[in-house]
């Protein structure tokens, strides 16, 4: 199965900062890298699908970059509604889809 | 409206069984793939299986291969998910969730709320 490793796996910021959160495959899926974000009790929302789409109705300050191993999600200027548990999935392999760990985004 | 509803879970032994189910509403179910995902007590996102729209195409995680098994009526628009030899590693909410194929890549657009399993004795 693909690996997919997040970093870091906690991180505590401030409304109004710029957030990066990485996502590291195991083997090379070129775009096939969504992210989610999910809040405590919630199902997850997808944010970004084929590693840079911006889902309908996702604010425009989520962006996702990356292809082949390594992606990035950047959170341009945090938003209290923004704290939360963020994963990325890959759907490279079909056979068998794998998520990141996940990230827990906090208030500092 | 997009609407996913689960049930069907609960607290069982280990050993046992328990038959979960997903209700789908506002989309036209026969055309989409559908999946089950799990989350296990404070863990993160674990993909359970998956089914396409006319059930030719399934697939397992290795963890739940040869113990779970997909199933879907698209005449009663409902998901399931055959969950026999439970074990206390399968403790979790199990999510179903809507494929609308993203860019050529599976996504997941909508979701249920989730259904508590618990295994224990």
């Known amino acids: 199965d693909i690996q997919m490793t997040q970093s870091p796996s906690s991180l505590s910021a401030s409304v109004g900062d710029r957030v990066t959160i990485t996502c590291r495959a195991s083997q090379s899926i070129s775009s096939y890298l969504n992210w989610y974000q999910q809040k405590p009790g919630k199902a997850p929302k997808l944010l970004i699908y084929?590693?840079?789409s911006l889902q309908s109705g996702v604010p425009s300050r989520f962006s996702g970059s990356g292809s082949g191993t390594d992606f990035t999600l950047t959170i341009s200027s945090l938003q209290p509604e923004d704290f939360a548990t963020y994963y990325c999935?890959?759907?490279?392999?079909?056979?068998?889809?794998?998520f990141g760990q996940g990230t827990r985004l906090e208030i500092k | 409206e997009v609407q996913l509803v689960e049930s069907g879970g609960g607290l069982v032994k280990p050993g046992g069984s328990l038959r979960l189910s997903c209700a789908a509403s506002g989309f036209t179910f026969s055309s989409y793939s559908m999946n089950w995902v799990r989350q296990a007590p404070g863990k993160g996102l674990e993909w359970v299986s998956s089914?396409?729209?006319?059930?030719?195409?399934?697939y397992y995680a290795d963890s739940v291969k040869g113990r779970f098994t997909i199933s879907r009526d698209n005449a009663k628009n409902s998901l399931y998910l055959q969950m026999n030899s439970l074990r206390a590693e399968d403790t979790a909410v199990y999510y179903c969730?809507?494929?609308?194929?993203?860019?050529?890549?599976?996504?997941?657009?909508?979701w249920g709320q989730g259904t508590l399993v618990t295994v224990s004795s």
């Open positions: 084929a590693a840079s």
């Open positions: 969730a809507r494929d609308i194929h993203c860019s050529g890549g599976s996504c997941y657009t909508d």
């Open positions: 089914i396409s729209s006319s059930s030719s195409y399934i």
């Open positions: 999935q890959q759907s490279y392999s079909t056979l068998a889809i794998t």
